[in-house]
């Protein structure tokens, strides 16, 4: 495209319509194409334009950001970078789109300002040999003067040699962007260079968006100010490119202050390793400005290897940037662990006021690997290993702020680097410091203000990248830590975080990032309730995480406000509808509501479930099973659509009719035929649904047993759930269990004998063929429900409390564990010696645990096993610890030997402090006061699990816990939301319990 093609002015204002891009030869040249045209997802009350050209169109991509009027906002260029470069040199296309795109994009008087871009992209492609030259930016060959600094390293990222650049004019922004090899793991050819215009944001040219006050900025505590020319930039110290921030007035900030020199005074770095001798220098020498490197190593017996470099002056401030964010100028003068031979080292460096003298034998000061890096940057990687590219300024800043925060986190935590970081974000490298912030989890949140200011200052397409990160990020710490501490960081913030949520200026994941953070912050009902309602409502596509997690936080909240039912219904019957909708979680939340509620949640469900998507009915299904007895009248659709064959989602309508009931009779049959069926993708959703139906057993259950000898293990066990619900109709076929048991492979064994087990007494007939099973079956397993199954049948029979006897010697513990706890219920005296024994066990703690877990059910027939128990409190297990506390306190009077082991009983782990103390009160009820000492104690543990079980047995001591009183009225204030619900539970346990 000539330059007699370029568009031509068409006024001067600040103001560009997209008709004058319509119009332009630009858009005819390459006949560009609008293939979409849909809201901005970041910003309300603007619209994105997809455009693609007349060929290429795999490669080429083009989007233009209008406001409602239509003027343009910023237009982006995405070219892919292996079509670019085509192999041996640049594409001509390539270059004719990129230099057109640019000069149409402009402002009319910002021309002259761009002609060098132009200029100096035609030359890149003059500079390929052999590439035939399609147009002409320069047409009488004039010479064209050097390129700026900014321009070379917008051209070197052109080329793909920067990863970033950006170019100020008067008052727009040139940005480009080039993806470098493995940038998130993209392939090659999948590449891609991005170009952007973006053009001022004058007010004039349109007018203000109902959802962005004009005070809007104000929230984050600083106004905006006005746009910054040209001329009033301050210079740089190095030839960086300008801040795109056009609304700062101020250089972009450093996070170290300038150095008086780039080279340093003195420079000597000795590195010695043993055995043997292998030595490393490095050595400024004045003189000559130059960095000598030597490397002595006896043991390959070569002669010493010698380098000279000259690190560039931007190499060196990088360097010093470096040793400034690790705190290196305060490393102590000597590292030492005595460790034999090793490996020693000694550090000598002046640079301005600045002095550092430390060494070490075998220790290092933190962020040494970071040093030493940067130390083989400087010497071309001769130290070996690897090295930071301390020459590539593409590179650098991110791994200096990374540096930084690491370096933070070591010296003196997170609050030494948080402001430097903060005033980062003003400048080019915003996206670097944002993901420096990320490192410090939670203790970043003061900076979200900042964050979100420059985001939306910024109006970057892929502004939510690190924005994302950042919030994840302290929503993961917000999530695992203290909310007292949130509470203390999110406060001061708060007004803005909660501004950025409701006026949905940025994009729902950005929101549901922020969201996950204020739950975590402990507000009241009155403060977080229109913000959760709010969030609800969201109908945005991409908001369902953010509904997700509202319904979430509003189900575990106590408040419930009348006007949420009509948001909620609201929202199902768009939801239910949506690609991505969902419907369970509205209809569990509306069922905390009673009954009426879900009656019109059913109403709006019942058509979805004859909707032409197999995913509609899906979502409908599942929300008809939380409903369910209410939603009977879906019986006939449920039952039409399991009957579809070709309905991928079989067995979520087999669920829900389950959960339906015994209003669901009528699909019995048709339940029952599937269970044959291979197309239903899973028999136990049919099997558990016949269960939980309990009607027509004359079919179901035949069927069942059918299906149950065929069966893998786990459909077993839920074919034998679903056979149990049906009590005595299974003794019709107790004949066809029996020979199951002696006949079938083991899981099949063990289902049937469940079933036989839940008839009781009724199934005595069986008894033979257990007894035979317990004593000679070579599965452990299978022995084990033998003898459960001996102990529900008949346990009183003279033969099976022989067979149970013998079992409690089994050579399997689990064995004796099961058939001891089956003859406790007839003959506890019999089973005492191997329970007592099993708790003794100390190599299996499954079976130990349970076996402790039993006797506290067994009360005062266990008093023998107290000894036992007694020994088991000194266990290295804690669970195991906490079990024989509580088994001890269930025994009550009868364990009166063990009072005063639990008096003195210290365990580190305040949870079983507070049983043991429990199990003293319920032993000897006069001691309840002292129970109540150790439970206010407990209150004032660091641990909020302590602190919530402390006031849970608060709560059911009740009134008599009067003493506690101010200590529970204290803990209604406590940082975490949690132990302020337990306290409120036990204050009003003791109150109503004092005034009854």
Not at 951 to 976: C, F, K, P, R
Request: net charge negative; hydrophobic share 40%.
């Amino acid at each position: 495209m000539s330059d007699d093609k370029l568009p031509a002015p068409a006024n001067g204002t600040s103001i560009k319509h997209y008709s004058e891009l319509r119009e332009s030869s630009f858009f005819t040249w390459f006949n560009l194409t609008e293939i979409e045209k849909k809201p901005n997802p970041y910003t309300q009350g603007q619209w994105v334009v997809a455009l693609k050209p007349g060929g290429h169109t795999e490669h080429i991509d083009i989007f233009v950001l209008l406001d409602e009027q239509e003027h343009i906002h910023n237009g982006t260029l995405n070219l892919r970078r292996a079509w670019m470069t085509m192999g041996t040199g640049l594409n001509p296309l390539a270059i004719d789109i990129s230099q057109s795109f640019i000069a149409s994009m402009i402002l009319t008087d910002e021309a002259a300002a761009a002609q060098p871009v132009i200029d100096a992209i035609w030359a890149a492609l003059r500079s390929n040999p052999g590439m035939p030259m399609l147009v002409r930016s320069n047409p009488d060959e004039q010479p064209v003067p050097p390129p700026t600094p900014a321009v070379t390293d917008f051209i070197d990222t052109y080329l793909g040699k920067r990863r970033q650049a950006e170019i100020t004019l008067p008052r727009s922004l040139l940005s480009a962007h080039s993806e470098p090899p493995g940038f998130f793991g993209k392939p090659d050819h999948d590449l891609r260079f991005t170009l952007t215009v973006r053009l001022p944001d004058d007010p004039s040219r349109h007018a203000p968006r109902p959802s962005l006050p004009t005070a809007k900025l104000s929230i984050f505590g600083r106004p905006s100010t006005p746009a910054l020319n040209s001329s009033d930039k301050q210079p740089s110290r190095r030839a960086d490119p300008p801040s795109p921030n056009l609304s700062k007035s101020a250089p972009p900030p450093r996070l170290v202050p300038p150095q008086p020199a780039d080279e340093p005074a003195s420079f000597h770095y000795i590195s010695l390793g043993l055995p043997g001798f292998s030595k490393s220098t490095i050595k400024w020498d004045r003189r000559t400005k130059r960095l000598i490197y030597t490397h002595i190593d006896d043991r390959d017996g070569v002669p010493p290897e010698e380098k000279v470099f000259q690190p560039s002056a931007y190499q060196w401030r990088s360097f010093w940037k470096l040793m400034d964010s690790l705190r290196a100028w305060k490393w102590q003068m000597l590292y030492r662990k005595f460790v034999f031979d090793g490996h020693h080292w000694s550090l000598d460096i002046e640079h301005g006021d600045k002095q550092l003298s430390s060494s070490g034998e075998n220790d290092y000061p933190p962020g040494w690997e970071l040093f030493r890096k940067a130390i083989n940057g400087l010497v071309g990687g001769s130290l070996g290993g690897s090295s930071y590219a301390l020459a590539d300024p593409l590179g650098l800043d991110e791994d200096l702020f990374e540096a930084a925060s690491l370096s933070a986190t070591v010296h003196d935590g997170p609050e030494s680097a948080l402001p430097n970081l903060i005033q980062a974000l003003d400048g080019y490298q915003w996206k670097s410091a944002a993901r420096a912030l990320a490192k410090f989890r939670l203790e970043a949140l003061p900076a979200m203000p900042s964050l979100l200011q420059h985001a939306h200052e910024a109006r970057m397409i892929f502004a939510d990248d690190p924005m994302n990160e950042v919030l994840s990020a302290i929503a993961s710490g917000a999530e695992n830590g203290s909310e007292q501490r949130v509470r203390e960081l999110g406060l001061p913030v708060l007004s803005s975080l909660l501004e950025v949520l409701l006026e949905r200026t940025f994009s729902a994941s950005v929101r549901h990032e922020l969201f996950r953070v204020v739950n975590h912050m402990g507000l009241s009902d009155d403060e977080f309730m229109p913000v959760l309602m709010a969030c609800v409502q969201d109908a945005h596509q991409e908001g369902q995480r953010l509904c997700r997690s509202a319904y979430y936080a509003f189900r575990d909240r106590d408040s419930r406000p009348p006007e949420m039912v009509s948001i909620l219904l609201t929202a199902l019957q768009q939801r239910v509808y949506e690609q991505y909708g969902f419907a369970e979680e509205l209809v569990d939340i509306l069922k905390l509501y009673g009954d009426e509620p879900l009656r019109q949640a059913v109403a709006i469900l019942l058509p979805a479930i004859n909707h032409a998507s197999h995913d509609v009915r899906y979502k409908a299904a599942g929300g008809l099973g939380i409903a369910g007895e209410l939603a009977a009248s879906a019986v006939p659709f449920l039952l039409a659509a399991f009957q579809d064959t070709k309905d991928r989602h079989r067995w979520i309508y087999a669920s829900t009719l389950g959960k339906i009931g015994a209003e669901a009779e009528a699909a019995v049959p048709a339940l029952v035929e599937a269970l044959t069926d291979k197309g239903v993708a899973s028999t136990d959703h049919v099997a558990t649904a016949l269960g939980q139906i309990g009607r027509r057993p004359e079919i179901v259950i035949p069927a069942l047993l059918a299906t149950l000898t065929t069966s893998s293990h786990q459909t077993c066990g839920k074919i034998a759930s679903a056979l149990v619900k049906f009590g005595a109709a299974n003794l019709s076929v107790l004949p066809a269990l029996i020979d199951i048991v002696q006949t079938s492979p083991s899981n099949v064994r063990q289902a049937a004998m469940k079933v036989i087990a839940s008839l009781g007494a009724d199934a005595h007939d069986s008894l033979p063929a257990l007894i035979e099973v317990l004593e000679h079956d070579i599965d452990r397993w299978t022995r084990c429900e033998a003898a459960e199954t001996i102990g529900a049948v008949g346990a009183a029979a003279p033969e099976a409390i022989l067979a149970l006897k013998q079992a409690c010697h089994d050579d399997s513990l689990f064995v004796r564990e099961h058939a001891a706890k089956a003859l406790s219920l007839v003959d506890m005296a019999s089973a005492l010696p191997t329970l007592i024994a099993l708790v003794r066990q100390s190599e299996e703690k499954i079976a130990r645990d349970d076996t402790i877990f039993a006797l506290g059910h067994y009360g005062a027939q266990a008093a023998p096993a107290v000894p036992a128990l007694l020994e088991a409190l000194k266990a290295q297990d804690s669970h195991t610890r906490h079990l024989a506390v509580n088994a001890l306190g269930n025994i009550g009077f009868a364990a009166q030997e063990a009072l005063t082991a639990l008096i003195d009983f210290n365990d580190p782990d305040g949870s079983i402090m507070i049983a043991a103390a429990t199990a003293v009160r319920k032993i000897d009820p006069q001691r309840t006061s002292y129970a109540i000492g150790v439970y206010v104690r407990m209150l004032h543990s660091a641990e909020r699990v302590t602190r919530a079980y402390a006031l849970h047995a608060l709560e059911e001591v009740g009134a008599v816990a009067q003493s506690a009183l101010d200590e529970v009225i204290a803990a209604t204030h406590d940082g975490e939301g949690y132990v302020r619900r337990a306290a409120l539970a036990a204050l009003k346990a003791i109150q109503a319990d004092s005034s009854a």
